[in-house]
């Protein structure tokens, strides 16, 4: 260790380009660290490639050890029984589909009017409402959940889908995001289109939105992948197989079926986890500013 | 002054949804749930007041010290493994690696994140199985005893802890990423120059200036926690007996179970005032420790 060290510390080293780090000047430390990130990178993908191996498999072979990590058969029956049996998987799909996409256009559509105006208009109130909506994000939705049951139950929305909607119609993340966003646009713009005579919606509808896109599409793949998540608000509101959701009735599902059909399960876990691996591929970019980019941006 | 009036007028109209929404399912909520916990109400019949009856009976229901215990070593537990891995993991990956390299560790570590916890949940539990399950295959390979993660009282809330980690520790390596890029290379190159020692530069520059990082991975971490329901139900069910059972399962309960929602009100009150406790003593100590560049 301290001959590494020392032997390093010349100030006669030769500057060196690009990120110069804290385990630069340790080789050895550096490539244990290294070494380590990589082989903990394992266990982070393991359980996703036992799921697509036994999802392909028959079903006396899903337990077999030691476990598979790449698929030794190409049994895509599973896929097919799931959409063939009496277990009205599709209907899951189609309704978590439905919610995940009503959901999504309706955070774009309230959080970036919200987002705006705490950005760019000056009204009475906005810093004390700002606030009030930030503590809604350390609300457990645990606490507010009975009351929200008691609500739905009076407007006779209990095993709806409005009930899973209608509480997510906005959210606090939502505008904050589109805020920072907002923030960012020059100030002169939108004077300069109100001294042409565009009113606040036009400026927003016309101007702002349009320049908005990279912020709207890392709100919109964060919501449609959390409502498409989602369990606690269909386990609450609704009952029915027709209504249930892909997270809700799948679990209910694999109890129903036990860990017999532990091929099947994976096999519908493959389907559900799709989309997110899809949009994950596809605008990494985004997804990684929207949820990371609030953090730095503090 | 004629146009700023109409300005403030458009402007509630933009928050007019938003707010709306919070009126009605936050806040609304929030102080009709205080209300509801001096009441009994089972749904069937309409609430009636008892007073303080529900706290009285907090103070002696033993299962509500336990769900709480649970819930403290749960969230403690986790939010130092997420973070401190986490935080490893982005100083770790922040060298001159090929790109393509750094692209399959971020991607490996990160596409957990987005998948949903209750599958994520339904993959572990199979992998956790007892007699039949990978980990303890490996386990048995490398000559350890079996370990009952989920059907044992003193390992089921560490299995959950151990999934939690697993699916969120790339989120605060991503963001520890993401503040990197945002210290200086001068500072580390002055350092370089003044002969710092690289614990030095570790200690002095780099966790500093990535504090106000760790804060924010700290204020997640601790937030999600608390409220952590998918895994927990998907994993143990609380179980065996009340070995995993947090608050937040324990409301669920309660409410939707038992059907004891006056009773449901009032933990859920107590859990309101202990994250509002938490969130402003983090934001006390931040003062403290936080470094604003």
């Not at chain 2, 690696?97 to 916890?117: D, E, N």
């Given at each position: 260790m301290s001959t590494l060290s020392s032997s390093n510390t010349a100030i006669t080293a030769p500057p060196q380009e690009g990120a110069v780090t804290a385990g630069k000047r340790r080789p050895g430390l550096q490539w244990v660290g290294t070494a380590l990130v990589i082989l903990a990178a394992f266990p982070m993908v393991a359980p996703f490639a036992w799921m697509l191996a036994t999802s392909l498999k028959s079903g006396p072979h899903a337990f077999d050890l030691p476990p598979s990590w790449v698929p030794t058969e190409w049994h895509f029956q599973n896929f097919l029984s799931l959409f063939q049996s009496n277990v009205p998987f599709a209907t899951f799909v189609l309704n978590s589909l439905k919610v995940a996409i009503v959901v999504?256009?309706?955070?774009?559509?309230?959080?970036?009017?919200?987002?705006?105006?705490?950005?760019?208009?000056?009204?009475?109130?906005?810093?004390?409402?700002?606030?009030?909506?930030?503590?809604?994000?350390?609300?457990?939705?645990?606490?507010?959940?009975?009351?929200?049951?008691?609500?739905?139950?009076?407007?006779?929305?209990?095993?709806?889908?409005?009930?899973?909607?209608?509480?997510?119609?906005?959210?606090?993340?939502?505008?904050?995001?589109?805020?920072?966003?907002?923030?960012?646009?020059?100030?002169?713009?939108?004077?300069?289109?109100?001294?042409?005579?565009?009113?606040?919606?036009?400026?927003?509808?016309?101007?702002?939105?349009?320049?908005?896109?990279?912020?709207?599409?890392?709100?919109?793949?964060?919501?449609?992948?959390?409502?498409?998540?989602?369990?606690?608000?269909?386990?609450?509101?609704?009952?029915?197989?027709?209504?249930?959701?892909?997270p809700l009735g799948m679990f209910a599902l694999s109890n129903v079926y036990g860990s017999g059909n532990v091929s099947v399960i994976m096999a519908a876990v493959g389907v559900a986890v799709c989309p997110v691996l899809i949009l994950f591929l596809v605008a990494q970019r985004q997804i990684i500013l929207g949820m990371v980019g609030s953090a730095v941006k503090g | 002054?004629?146009?700023?009036?109409?300005?403030?007028?458009?402007?509630?109209?933009?928050?007019?949804?938003?707010?709306?929404?919070?009126?009605?399912?936050?806040?609304?909520?929030?102080?009709?749930?205080?209300?509801?916990?001096?009441?009994?109400?089972?749904?069937?019949?309409?609430?009636?007041?008892?007073?303080?009856?529900?706290?009285?009976?907090?103070?002696?229901?033993?299962?509500?010290?336990?769900?709480?215990?649970?819930?403290?070593?749960?969230?403690?537990?986790?939010?130092?493994?997420?973070?401190?891995?986490?935080?490893?993991?982005?100083?770790?990956?922040?060298?001159?690696?090929?790109?393509?390299?750094?692209?399959?560790?971020?991607?490996?570590?990160?596409?957990?994140?987005?998948?949903?916890?209750?599958?994520a949940a339904m993959v572990w539990k199979f992998l956790f199985n007892r007699d039949l399950g990978v980990v303890n295959y490996y386990l048995h390979f490398f000559n350890l005893p079996p370990i009952p993660w989920l059907t044992s009282s003193g390992w089921a809330i560490w299995s959950v802890i151990l999934v939690y980690v697993w699916k969120n520790v790339g989120f605060t390596m991503l963001t520890t990423l993401a503040g990197l890029q945002n210290i200086s290379e001068e500072l580390y190159e002055a350092a370089r120059i003044d002969?710092?020692?690289?614990?030095?530069?570790?200690?002095r520059i780099t966790i500093p200036l990535l504090s106000p990082v760790i804060l924010f991975n700290v204020t997640i971490a601790m937030i999600n926690t608390l409220q952590e329901f998918d895994s927990i139900v998907a994993l143990t069910n609380g179980g065996p007996g009340d070995a995993s059972r947090t608050v937040v399962i324990y409301i669920y309960d309660k409410a939707f179970r038992s059907f004891d929602m006056g009773y449901a009100s009032a933990i859920a009150v107590t859990l309101f005032v202990v994250i509002s406790i938490v969130t402003l003593l983090q934001l006390w100590g931040s003062r403290r420790w936080v470094h604003y560049a």
């Open positions: 999504t256009v309706a955070q774009l559509l309230t959080c970036s009017m919200a987002g705006y105006a705490f950005a760019h208009l000056r009204f009475r109130g906005a810093k004390g409402i700002f606030g009030l909506l930030l503590t809604s994000l350390m609300m457990p939705i645990q606490v507010t959940v009975i009351p929200t049951f008691l609500i739905m139950s009076g407007l006779n929305l209990i095993d709806t889908h409005w009930a899973i909607i209608l509480p997510l119609i906005t959210n606090a993340f939502g505008v904050f995001l589109m805020r920072q966003f907002f923030l960012t646009l020059p100030r002169e713009l939108i004077e300069a289109a109100r001294i042409d005579g565009a009113n606040q919606f036009t400026i927003f509808w016309r101007i702002a939105l349009p320049l908005a896109k990279p912020a709207l599409a890392s709100l919109a793949i964060i919501t449609f992948t959390n409502t498409w998540n989602s369990y606690f608000l269909p386990l609450v509101f609704l009952n029915s197989w027709e209504k249930m959701t892909l | 002054m004629k146009k700023a009036s109409s300005d403030s007028l458009s402007a509630y109209l933009f928050v007019a949804p938003t707010l709306s929404g919070y009126l009605l399912f936050v806040l609304g909520p929030l102080i009709a749930a205080i209300v509801l916990s001096f009441t009994h109400y089972d749904m069937m019949s309409p609430p009636r007041l008892v007073g303080f009856s529900n706290y009285a009976r907090l103070i002696s229901d033993a299962r509500l010290a336990v769900v709480y215990k649970n819930t403290a070593l749960f969230a403690v537990t986790a939010v130092i493994l997420t973070v401190g891995i986490g935080t490893f993991l982005g100083v770790a990956v922040n060298k001159r690696l090929p790109a393509f390299l750094k692209y399959i560790l971020r991607t490996a570590y990160f596409f957990p994140v987005l998948v949903g916890m209750i599958y002969g710092a020692k690289p614990h030095t530069v570790l200690f």
